[in-house]
C-alpha cells in the first residue's frame, strides 16, 4: 500500500526556470516530510524538511510547501540548474513511529536542459 | 567529516547463499536505519535502531532477514539462504535522532545469482 506517491515519473525543465515537484500523501498521521536528492550509484542526499505545523519552508533555492488538507507537498526548484538533474524523492514519517520509519514516494527524474 | 559507510558497495552470490552486509553510522548518531531499494522505486524501510536496540523492525520481510547493533554504532545486515527476489540495493542512514533527517551511505548492491 503505497501511501506516498509521486505522480510524475518525469521533469524536463530548462536552465534558469523553475522546477515543481510534487508528491502526495494518504496518511494523514504523517507529520513530518523530507525531500532527498539522488544521483546514480550514489545514496539519497538530504535536501529539505517540513514539519506539519508549518506551510513552507525556505533553503537557498529550495522551496517546501505543505498542504495538510489536500494532503500535497511540493518542491520548488528556482532557478533550476544543470547540476539539479537527478532523481528527487519525497518522504514522509509519523511521530507515532517515533519518526524513525521513512517512506519514500517512486521518485521524479528531473532533467535540466541548457 | 565522514559520511555513513557501506561495505561491500556491490556483491554477488548464488541463491541459497548467507550475506552480512556492513553500515559503519555518522560518529555520534545514536539512531541507524536499513532500507532496500529496487529499480525504478524509492528506498523501502526495514529497520530502524535507537542506540542498540531495534526500535522497529516492522520492514523485515521475513525471518531470513536479520540485523545486530551490538555496540551502538556499526550495524550489520544478515540474509540466510538468499533468493533471486532479495536482489536490490541495501542503503543505510544515520541521524543524530530519529526526528532529525536522515543521511544515507551509497548503498551495497546485493545481486543474488
Known amino acids: 500500500d503505497q501511501q506516498v506517491k509521486q505522480n510524475s515519473p518525469s521533469l524536463s525543465v530548462q536552465e534558469g526556470r523553475i522546477s515543481i515537484l510534487n508528491c502526495d500523501y494518504t496518511?494523514?498521521?504523517?507529520?513530518?516530510f523530507l525531500w532527498y536528492k539522488k544521483y546514480p550509484a550514489e545514496g539519497p542526499t538530504f535536501l529539505i524538511s517540513?514539519?506539519?505545523?508549518?506551510d513552507k519552508n525556505e533553503d537557498g533555492r529550495f522551496t517546501v510547501f505543505l498542504n495538510k488538507s489536500a494532503k500535497h507537498l511540493s518542491l520548488h526548484i528556482v532557478p533550476s540548474q544543470p547540476g539539479d538533474s537527478a532523481v528527487y524523492f519525497c518522504?514522509?514519517?509519523?511521530?507515532?513511529?517515533?519518526?524513525?520509519?521513512?517512506?519514500f514516494g517512486a521518485g521524479t527524474q528531473v532533467v535540466v536542459t541548457p | 567529516g565522514a559520511g555513513v559507510s557501506q561495505t561491500p558497495s556491490n556483491k554477488v552470490t548464488e541463491k541459497g547463499k548467507y550475506v552480512e552486509l556492513r553500515c559503519d553510522p555518522i560518529?555520534?548518531?545514536?539512531?541507524l536505519y536499513w532500507y532496500r531499494q529496487s529499480l525504478g522505486q524509492g528506498p523501502e524501510f526495514l529497520i530502524y535502531?535507537?542506540?542498540?536496540?531495534?526500535?522497529?523492525d516492522s520492514g523485515l520481510p521475513n525471518d531470513r532477514f536479520f540485523a545486530v547493533r551490538p555496540e551502538g554504532s556499526v550495524s550489520t545486515l544478515k540474509i540466510q539462504r538468499t533468493e533471486r527476489g532479495d536482489s536490490a540495493v541495501y542503503l543505510c542512514?544515520?541521524?543524530?535522532?530519529?526526528?532529525?533527517?536522515?543521511?544515507f551511505g551509497d548503498g551495497t548492491r546485493l545481486s543474488i545469482l
Open positions: 542512514a544515520s541521524s543524530s535522532q530519529p526526528n532529525q533527517p536522515q543521511h
Open positions: 496518511n494523514s498521521m504523517f507529520d513530518y
Open positions: 517540513i514539519s506539519s505545523i508549518k
Open positions: 518522504a514522509a514519517s509519523a511521530q507515532t513511529d517515533s519518526w524513525g520509519k521513512l517512506q
Open positions: 560518529s555520534g548518531h545514536t539512531a
Open positions: 535502531f535507537q542506540g542498540t536496540g531495534a526500535a522497529d
